[in-house]
């Protein structure tokens, strides 16, 4: 694969490969500040649900190679995820008025995933 924007001269964020883009899993985890396996197993949930093909995405026992035009599924599952979980943390401590607003941007990405998996044909 032949790299096609760089960080630095270890770090390698998008490769081009046979005219497609591909961004490693561990990139993923980085822009999201989430921990890679969380991200290995969402990986994996989209894969068994549908949303993410299985044929497209390189498994390596540590690290996913995701087509670039499919990190949106990831990025709108890690949203969803992290605006749950924030919600969570906040109604433990009684901040109800924050709670409610990580609820509804949760929901509202949920909407939009939904609706893509409708156009799609998945729904």
């Known amino acids: 694969m032949m ?3 760089q960080a630095s001269q270890d770090l390698t ?3 081009a490969h046979g005219g ?4 490693h899993s561990n990139i993923i985890a980085s822009l999201f500040v989430r921990p890679h396996k ?3 197993r969402d990986i994996d949930t989209l894969i068994e649900n549908g949303t993410l093909p299985r044929h497209t995405i390189t498994k ?5 190679v995701v087509p670039i035009d499919q990190v949106t599924a990831i990025a709108r599952h890690q949203h969803i995820h992290n605006a749950i979980s ?5 109604l433990r401590h009684g901040r109800v008025e924050q709670a409610t607003g990580r609820i509804l941007s949760a929901a509202r990405h ?4 939904c609706s893509e998996a409708a156009n799609e044909g998945r729904a």
């Open 110 to 113: 949920l909407k939009y995933a």
């Open 13 to 15: 964020l998008i490769e």
């Open 3 to 5: 790299p096609a924007v």
């Open 60 to 64: 390596h026992p540590v690290l996913a």
């Open 86 to 90: 924030t919600a969570s943390w906040h």
């Open 20 to 23: 497609n883009l591909y961004v």
């Open 38 to 40: 969380n991200v290995m």
